[in-house]
């Protein structure tokens, strides 16, 4: 609109000059025309009255010349007529001849012809001007025969023509003032109409509508992704940067009108146990991703879908199997789904532990694929899309699959609720393209997990794999440029979104300083006060590299003596799928190799590995990070590893020094821990010996640098952006629908 004032101020600053320069022309063309007309008018009276005034004239008979000239000045427009002889002496005039056009004035200008002679007389013209207007002076010889007798001065009256020139310019001024204004409300009203076509469209475009002009459809995606973009810019201006449970819960409101968000996982964050007194003990379990999906849960509400698979879940649930949590707090539900104990061991222990977990971590265990597991795998996943079904209560809701056990969940949603937003976030790696043909089930798996809006993994490099198995083992169409699968027109997109922890990690509130957590760990273990104590927490798991972390001790120990009887490494190690014969060969192998470095560098009451081989809970699990000195991450495949997260969390006193595993997610963000290859064993250990002999300086500053990491890349940030994807996802699909509605409208019309 300011482009269009500037242009009509400049169109009428324009129309000015122009209208001027023509006014001096047209003024300059009609004062000739009068010129010529009136000249050419004396010189015919001048020649009618040739006769009589040539007879007079050689008769020398004034006062008859003077009745003719009188007569000449009847005509309106002459003014005034005189008849000068030829030697400049005034023969005869009327009344009012002006004094100041004397005859011996213009004899000059009518001799002043080349040669100077009389014969050379001829008419001459001149515009002058008297106190009443200009006039034209004429001044004509009068010939008797070849004998000039002189000349006849006509003074003509060109007010007529100043008023006519006047008019003219008047009209020439109306005209273009006319012209100037209409062409100004043209434009502003042209620019106007556009700018609110313009205006109307954009606004369409960004309340996700379809554009009523088919020439806007090809800037769609410019507008959506440049609105998507101010969103997000004023979102982190307004919320200073920090995600926190209520920028989340704000980020939803804002997003997905506040819309539940329902989590399908196969762990509940909430299990109930059943003790040997019979009382009930409500357990965290240990999963990494219950520690982070669970403070999310909190801040959004919703349902969190899982098995039921605690020894009182049953008792404490309602008859549909839900129940409030957190204890005392009762934020969400979990709804509880049951399992018979051949589907738990066919779709949890066989299809999804010996078979995917396996195929997708590189630490050398063989999966093993059985058809009887596969048809548990698949019967369970549709008995958990039920329960999503009948826990939501819009056909659009947003559901966030978890992990490996649910890969075909969200094909059978997006099968009964078309217009659903699935989020799956695969907590584990993604193999390679070649590793995941062993699968015989992969196209199943592939399609299953494309049925979600959004697919998320930790790192790229996991969004890679699984982008060039699709490529490699589905008819599909990658659109590389977006990281998304397109089947049938419907994107999926697959995205990185390293997963974290809550920040503060809410079990330290209140909780013991690292001081009171040193010297109770340190009484419960019986070390002496000038113990060095490192600690490891895993699952266990024979990914988690928990013999390569003991051989690296061993190591220590054996290449650096003065360490022996002062290091103690305590690992704290939850059973895990101890049902799987891999496991349980595991377990033994661990406490054989605990007991045979024991045995090799332990004296009297020192054993160099303490192996507390139960599950802790996470206020217990705090204490042992914020005691130690070292807390070694060993994974030999991780997708993240959130106990590296927790260990640098934990210690708000910047002491302590983190090794980790350079195949762990974690080892990608976490960048000032000692990052080594766990397969190398004296590395590993050269590591252990640096992050023990570290100063405290350098303790500080590492770990200072990764808790301002950690602070702003939290939970609620990975939960944020997932959702705020799946928002922008959600508004472009509806965009897409309404816009192919409209596609069929119009060709149908
Ligand atoms: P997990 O393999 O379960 O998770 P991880 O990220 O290491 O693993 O987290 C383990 C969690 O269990 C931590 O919160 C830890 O405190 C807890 N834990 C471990 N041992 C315990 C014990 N003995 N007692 C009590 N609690 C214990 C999967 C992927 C990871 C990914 C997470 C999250 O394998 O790569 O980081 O999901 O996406």
């Known amino acids: 609109m300011r482009q ?72 309106e427009r002459i003014m005034a007529a005189s008849a000068c002889n030829a030697d400049s002496s005034l023969l005869a005039s009327t009344a009012d001849f002006p004094p100041k056009f004397s005859c011996r004035e213009l004899a000059k200008h009518v001799r002043s012809s080349p040669d100077a002679s009389i014969e050379s007389w001829s008419a001459w013209h001149q515009p002058d001007s008297l106190p009443g207007g200009s006039v034209l002076v004429s001044a004509i010889p009068v010939l008797d025969g070849e004998q000039p007798l002189g000349f006849v001065v006509l003074v003509h009256d060109l007010s007529y023509a100043e008023r006519r020139e006047a008019r003219t310019r008047q009209f020439v001024l109306i005209a273009f003032g006319f012209l100037a204004v209409a062409a100004s409300v043209i434009t502003l009203l042209v620019a ?11 606004h369409r475009l960004a309340r996700g509508e379809a554009p009523k002009q088919p020439e ?145 971590h590189m630490a050398h265990a063989r999966p093993v694929f059985r058809s009887e597991d596969w048809r548990h795998y698949q019967t369970v996943n549709e008995r958990f899309a039920d329960a999503v079904c009948e826990e939501v209560d819009s056909d659009d809701p947003i559901v966030l699959v978890q992990d490996y056990h649910f890969a075909l969940v969200p094909r059978l949603i997006r099968e009964r609720l078309p217009r659903a937003t699935v989020m799956m976030f695969w907590h584990i790696p993604w193999p390679n393209s070649e590793r995941l043909g062993i699968c015989p089930w992969r196209k199943e798996i592939l399609e299953g997990m494309l049925g979600s809006s959004i697919i998320g993994f930790h790192t790229q490099i996991h969004c890679n794999n699984f982008i060039d198995s699709v490529d490699r083992f589905l008819e599909a169409r990658i659109d590389r440029e977006q990281n998304a699968v397109v089947q049938q027109g419907r994107p999926t997109l697959v995205r990185p979104y390293p997963i974290s922890l809550e920040w503060p990690v809410h079990w330290l509130i209140g909780g013991p300083s690292p001081e009171e957590c040193r010297s109770s760990i340190f009484a419960d273990l019986g070390l002496k006060p000038d113990a060095l104590l490192g600690v490891g927490v895993d699952r266990l798991d024979y990914t988690k590299g928990v013999e390569e972390r003991f051989l ?66 996470p206020p217990t699990v705090f204490r042992y990070y914020r005691a130690a000195d070292v807390c070694y991450v060993s ?72 808790r301002a990491f950690l602070a702003e890349f939290n939970v609620y940030r990975w939960a944020g952006r997932m959702l705020v994807d799946a928002a922008r ?19 149908s019309s």
């Open 4 to 75: 269009a004032i500037r242009f009509v101020v400049g169109l009428v600053l324009g129309l000015a000059l122009l209208t001027w320069i023509t006014s001096v022309l047209v003024q300059r063309t009609t004062r000739n025309w009068f010129e010529r007309d009136t000249s050419l008018r004396a010189l015919l009276v001048v020649s009618g009255a040739r006769q009589a005034l040539s007879s007079h004239w050689r008769e020398g008979q004034s006062r008859e010349l003077r009745s003719i000239l009188t007569e000449i000045t009847r005509d």
């Open 192 to 202: 106007r109409l556009s700018w609110r076509s313009w205006s109307d469209e954009i």
């Open 216 to 360: 806007f459809r090809p800037i769609l995606r410019d507008v959506r992704e440049l609105v998507d973009r101010i969103m997000v810019e004023k979102e982190t201006e307004m919320e200073g940067g920090a995600w926190t449970p209520q920028r989340l819960k704000l980020t939803l409101k804002r997003h997905l009108q506040g819309e539940k968000v329902v989590i399908v996982a196969n762990r509940e964050p909430y299990v109930h146990e059943r003790q040997a007194d019979e009382s009930i003990r409500v357990l965290h379990p240990a999963s990494g991703l219950v520690t982070a999906l669970e403070p999310v849960m909190r801040a959004c509400s919703g349902v969190w879908i899982a098995h039921g698979g605690g020894s009182a879940d049953r008792e404490t649930a309602d008859r549909n199997g839900r129940i409030r949590v957190p204890p005392g707090e009762e934020s969400y539900f979990v709804r509880r789904v049951w399992l018979s104990k051949e589907e738990e061991s066919g779709y949890y222990y066989g299809f999804s532990n010996e078979g995917l977990w396996p195929l997708c």
């Open 552 to 617: 690296a001790v061993e190591s220590l120990l054996e290449r650096h003596p003065m360490f022996r009887g002062r290091f103690t490494f305590v690992q704290l190690a939850a059973p895990s799928r101890t049902l799987i014969e891999r496991y349980r060969q595991l377990n033994e192998s661990v406490e054989q190799v605990a007991a045979r470095i024991n045995e090799r560098f332990g004296q009297g009451t020192y054993r160099p590995i303490i192996l507390l081989r139960s599950h802790h809970e």
């Open 635 to 706: 994974s030999l495949h991780d997708g993240m590893n959130l106990v590296a997260k927790e260990f640098v969390a934990a210690r708000d006193d910047e002491r302590g020094v983190l090794v980790l595993s350079q195949f762990t997610g974690a080892a990608r963000e976490l960048t000032e821990a000692l990052v080594v290859n766990p397969y190398d064993i004296e590395e590993a250990s050269s590591a252990l010996a640096t992050a023990l002999n570290m100063s405290r300086e350098e303790q500080r500053e590492r770990m200072r640098s990764m």
């Open 729 to 747: 996802l959600r508004r472009r699909e509806r965009l897409t629908g309404r816009l192919a509605e409209h596609l069929v409208e119009s060709t």
